[in-house]
T-cell receptor, first 113, second 112 residues
Framework: DTGVSQNPRHKITKRGQNVTFRCDPI?????LYWYRQTLGQGPEFLTY????????KSRLLSDRFSAERPKGSFSTLEIQRTEQGDSAMYLC???????????FGSGTRLTVV | EDQVTQSPEALRLQEGESSSLNCSYT??????LFWYRQDPGKGPEFLFT???AGEEKEKERLKATLTKKESFLHITAPKPEDSATYLC?????????????FGSGTQLTVLP
């Protein structure tokens, strides 16, 4: 069990650019979640996959955001035309079918300048 | 809508000074209440899950308790390494996503 891995750890981008983050969940976990966390706040749910199927998306996930999980393994989160309000920590978490307990990665810190 | 409120927002303790953090929640059909610890620049790390009122869990200097409306995280004789943000979250029975709803956290600082 190597834990949930996220890359990159930090990303600085100019407003209007596109960015993509990657998450590798724990290998036997078939549920994968993306959360966003801003300073002084708890994580907020963005979207959720069961295997390769994206089953739910939060209202926070605007049309500029897209997430994929091809083959039910790693996942990517893409933000198009970034805005300063997108600056946050993007957290990925995974869990097996039988438990709501999430195992989190270390996150990707996005700064939009 | 589910709500999770944590208090205080920040807490400074002297080493050895015991205290409690509060998490109050309003949710229909509680599936579980979770406590996580988060260090700066890192993802949350799981501490406890509580499922029913009256349940208690302990780990080293931490003890979590649950009632029908709130949970407490008691810290006994804390050490500087206990400094972190403590997050509480609830999972509910209904809903397909089974995602957790988090509070804003309590930032704990333990001074030597």
């Amino acid at each position: 069990d190597t834990g949930v891995s996220q890359n990159p750890r930090h990303k600085i981008t100019k407003r209007g650019q596109n960015v993509t983050f990657r998450c590798d969940p724990i290998s036997e976990h078939n549920r994968l979640y993306w959360y966003r966390q801003t300073l002084g706040q708890g994580p907020e749910f963005l979207t959720y996959f069961q295997n390769e199927a994206q089953l739910e998306k939060s209202r926070l996930l605007s049309d500029r955001f897209s997430a994929e999980r091809p083959k039910g393994s790693f996942s990517t989160l893409e933000i198009q035309r970034t805005e300063q309000g997108d600056s946050a920590m993007y957290l990925c978490a995974s869990t097996p079918d039988t438990s709501p307990r999430l195992s989190f990665g270390s996150g990707t810190r996005l700064t939009v300048v | 809508e589910d709500q999770v409120t944590q208090s205080p927002e920040a807490l400074r303790l002297q080493e050895g000074e015991s205290s409690s953090l509060n998490c109050s929640y309003t949710v229909s059909g509680l599936r579980g209440l979770f406590w996580y610890r988060q260090d700066p620049g890192k993802g949350p790390e799981f501490l406890f899950t509580l499922y029913s009122a009256g349940e208690e869990k302990e780990k080293e200097r931490l003890k979590a308790t649950l009632t029908k409306k709130e949970s407490f995280l008691h810290i006994t004789a804390p050490k500087p390494e206990d400094s972190a943000t403590y997050l509480c979250a609830v999972a509910q029975f209904s809903g397909s996503a089974r995602q957790l709803t988090f509070g804003s956290g309590t930032q704990l600082t333990v001074l030597p």
